[in-house]
């Protein structure tokens, strides 16, 4: 069965049936698309795998939040010229098509350059009601995957227009101030060196779509940023994001970096947890476009707070207790939240007048698993307990393990994270390993050339040759994540 797709140019074309088919299909997909693409779309385009949602309040319960859907990031989809059915970029992460050569190309890459639609099963995705799975390794050998959820716009559904048009999809928004987010998580496989997030971005609802450079939009997974401030975007504002050689001779780095506001709900493995808020300096749409980085990513690095403000079980724990690894036991494969079991988790976003309107000031954490309700763990900063994220707490962490450098108050703190959700962001839910850093950030010493007992670098039992990329990926083919039964609603509506 012929597979069609969007593209990020101003044409749709066709593709192939999958990777291994590929050089068969041309000649019958290219007739095929001729006969069904109309203008900037096809007739057979991709259908997003439907996933439900459901909106919480204490008087009415739980209810099913419209239809929702989810997507693949563009990133992970396949890049063919739209004429002579080539790679346009290969596996090597490189842009390989003569129209994609240099950074004055990026106009013209984007436009002949296509996205192609996704078969998720070849991704080892699978979504069946309100749960989605997510394998670390596809059928074909694809590894990892993120996906976003999505809605079709009202105007969309008052024009009845196919499902296939992209001109009839958002991200779906989340404005969750002075509400709570909830989640269930089963993932016993996921060992050292891999990680299973959910979080939010403010990411452009339309997935800066623009009707020109980009006419794929949110149904093809487009406009990702975050505060890590990716440059291994393929494409950027309908732009093809070609990497030049920066202004200090350093080497290549991407033409553009993506930076935006982030919350990490769950960040984790079966070693150690971390939810995370990232603040950035820039507030409104500013903050979620894209930022020129002539002198590399470090340019990028002072928009966005990188590290953030953790709560991150593991390294908490060990510091609190004195650095002895045998008094961490709040999270982790047995212990009193554990890992290798289902588990529901809770963020509450709590405002400083209990309003809708107020600010952010804490972020609390509830977990729920065999039947029971979990508390947060406490931790201890000079003399002073805490068991949520606060500006308070973010300060004295910083205090301690980063020597009073305080990079999440000095990007605007709770109140810029506060904006942010006022504003509404995107649900991201994730698998991935780390081949730069290992993550050890999340599961081991970080860095790693750090004494045991420097305050905060031990975050978990991990070594830098535990898990992948060190170990081959094939190893953890069979790894997996599945989210699901996913609410959101008034403090204290989606969990007993």
Not at 31 to 37: P, T
Not at 258 to 278: K, M, Q, Y
Not at 307 to 333: I, P
Not at 361 to 385: D, H, L, P, W
Request: proline residues 4%; hydrophobic residues 30%; contains cysteine.
């Amino acid at each position: 069965k012929l597979q069609f797709l969007y593209f990020i140019g101003s044409k749709l074309q066709m593709t192939r049936l999958s990777k291994i088919c590929m050089g068969l299909l041309v000649a019958a997909g290219h007739a095929a698309a001729q006969q069904n693409c109309q203008g900037m779309y096809c007739k057979a385009a991709e259908q997003p795998p439907q996933m439900s949602l459901q909106k919480c309040t204490k008087a009415g319960g739980c209810q099913q939040d419209g239809t929702t859907h989810v997507t693949m990031d563009a990133n992970w989809r396949w890049v063919q010229h739209e004429s002579t059915w080539s790679n346009c970029w290969d596996q090597n992460n490189l842009w390989v098509n003569p129209d994609c050569s240099s950074e004055a190309d990026q106009q013209k890459c984007a436009l002949n350059c296509m996205l192609e639609g996704v078969d998720y099963s070849q991704y080892g995705v699978t979504v069946s009601g309100d749960s989605l799975t997510m394998k670390f390794m596809g059928p074909t050998g694809n590894v990892g995957s993120r996906m976003y959820m999505i809605e079709q716009t009202q105007e969309a559904k008052e024009k009845g227009l196919s499902m296939s048009d992209p001109t009839g999809w958002q991200y779906k928004m989340f404005n969750l101030l002075n509400k709570e987010f909830t989640f269930t998580v089963d993932a016993p496989m996921m060992s050292c060196g891999i990680n299973g997030p959910i979080y939010f971005v403010e990411m452009a609802q339309n997935g800066d779509m623009d009707g020109s450079g980009n006419t794929a939009g949110p149904l093809y997974g487009t406009g990702y940023c975050d505060a890590q401030c990716p440059g291994d975007m393929h494409f950027v504002k309908g732009r093809a994001n070609i990497p030049i050689q920066n202004a200090e001779g350093g080497g290549a780095d991407s033409a553009w970096h993506a930076c935006c506001n982030e919350i990490d709900l769950w960040e984790a493995n079966n070693v150690s947890t971390a939810v995370t808020p990232h603040p950035c300096q820039n507030n409104g749409t500013d903050i979620v476009g894209t930022y020129a980085c002539p002198n590399g990513a470090d340019t990028c690095r002072e928009t966005c707070d990188h590290a953030g403000c953790d709560f991150a079980s593991y390294r908490l724990q060990y510091y609190s207790g004195g650095m002895d690894r045998t008094k961490v036991n709040f999270f982790g494969n047995g212990y009193l939240v554990d890992a290798s079991k289902p588990v529901t988790v809770v963020t509450q976003f709590i405002t400083d007048d209990g309003t809708d309107n107020g600010k952010l000031s804490e972020m609390r954490r509830y977990y729920v698993q065999n039947g029971r309700v979990i508390n947060n763990m406490n931790t201890t900063f000079a003399g002073k307990k805490y068991d949520s994220i606060t500006d308070d707490f973010c300060k004295e962490e910083a205090t301690a393990f980063d020597q009073n450098v305080q990079h999440f108050a000095a990007k605007g703190g709770m109140s810029v994270m506060g904006d942010s959700l006022k504003r509404g962001m995107v649900l991201v839910m994730s698998l991935w390993d780390d081949k730069e850093a290992h993550m050890l950030w999340l599961d081991g010493k970080y860095p790693q050339d750090a004494n045991d007992n420097t305050p905060g670098a031990i975050r978990g039992t991990c070594g830098p040759n535990d898990g992948p990329p060190m170990q081959p990926e094939q190893q953890f083919a069979n790894v997996q994540i599945t989210f699901s039964d996913l609410k959101y609603g008034e403090l204290g509506s989606t969990f007993p």
